[in-house]
């Protein structure tokens, strides 16, 4: 299902021991709980201005409890915060109009690793500097705290390479191909990358990227950018191959997050086809105090 879709994932964690923890850290900000509030409008609202933030709050499946933040600005940095507050891994998981996905993981308040299938940290088509290309590369090794199985790290780390839109890498960028590519002869390599809107370099001390053996399939601390030949040649396949750049579904069932593909929105809209355990869902919301409104 195409559209906005963002959770935050709280592992080993209860919901009660969520919605403590949630008012608490969210206190110091000015928001306290609030037993009504206006109805959602989802065309008109101004989350950065409104003085109500909601969230709906799913019931523990599979070892996670999921949060739905109206507020998606902030709900990167609220994970880092429940994760430190709660002791618990913390996984904020996007998906943006099925064209891209990411995620934010941490650990103890503490991050684990970071991905974006565009390699920026905003949906763009434009190429990602390779600076934000180094730290939203995705590291599935990393990701052990979170998998129900570490076995697991292997079709993660596949999932990601697949995952990667080609042209926020390659484009306008020159590729000098020092190893073979399993299953893809020189010209069809080319072909592909010019096809993503890079050029093949003619010289090493002319590439901006390098395709040679490396330890942990990417190198971005070196000039030119070393790449691995196996995560290269899957950021080459056709583009019917693998999971589509936009697609969080194959991400969320290996790493098991449930309800991933949904929304605050969406739910606040009734749009609640497929979304297991619907009625263990509560909704919260919070008042934000103005400056001088005395807490209640």
Do not use: K
């Not at 009504?36 to 709906?56: K, N």
């Not at 763009?124 to 600076?131: G, K, N, R, S, Y």
């Not at 593909?261 to 263990?280: D, K, P, Q």
């Amino acid at each position: 299902m195409g559209g906005l879709h963002r959770g935050l994932f709280l592992r080993s964690v209860g919901p009660a021991a969520v919605v403590e923890i949630l008012a608490s850290v969210l206190a110091p900000a000015g928001w306290a709980p609030a037993a009504e509030a206006p109805p959602y409008d989802f065309v008109t609202v101004d989350v950065s201005g409104e003085r109500y933030r909601r969230f709906f709050l799913g019931p523990a499946l599979e070892g996670w409890v999921t949060l739905y933040d109206q507020d998606h600005p902030g709900t990167g940095s609220l994970g880092a915060a429940l994760s430190a507050a709660l002791g618990c891994p913390a996984c904020y998981l996007w998906s943006h109009h099925g064209d891209f996905w990411g995620y934010a993981a941490f650990r103890g308040g503490e991050a684990l690793d970071a991905f974006s299938s565009c390699l920026g940290p905003v949906p763009d088509f434009a190429p990602a500097p390779l600076e934000d290309a180094a730290r939203l590369w995705g590291r599935a090794a990393a990701l052990a705290p979170l998998l129900p199985d570490a076995r697991r790290t292997d079709a993660i780390e596949a999932c990601l390479r697949e995952s990667v839109y080609p042209p926020a890498l390659l484009g306008g960028r020159l590729t000098l191909v020092r190893e073979p590519i399993p299953g893809l002869d020189p010209p069809t390599v080319a072909a592909r990358i010019r096809a993503w809107e890079g050029a093949v370099a003619a010289r090493e001390e002319e590439a901006d990227l390098l395709v040679v053996r490396t330890v942990e399939g990417a190198d971005f601390g070196t000039r030119p950018v070393r790449l691995d030949p196996a995560p290269f040649a899957r950021l080459l396949q056709d583009p019917g191959a693998g999971p589509p750049a936009g697609e969080v579904g194959p991400f969320a069932r290996l790493v098991g997050l449930p309800n991933a593909e949904t929304s605050y929105e969406y739910l606040a809209r009734g749009l609640w086809e497929g979304i297991r355990e619907r009625e263990g869902f509560r909704h919260l919301c919070f008042r934000h105090r103005g400056p001088g409104e005395a807490e209640r």
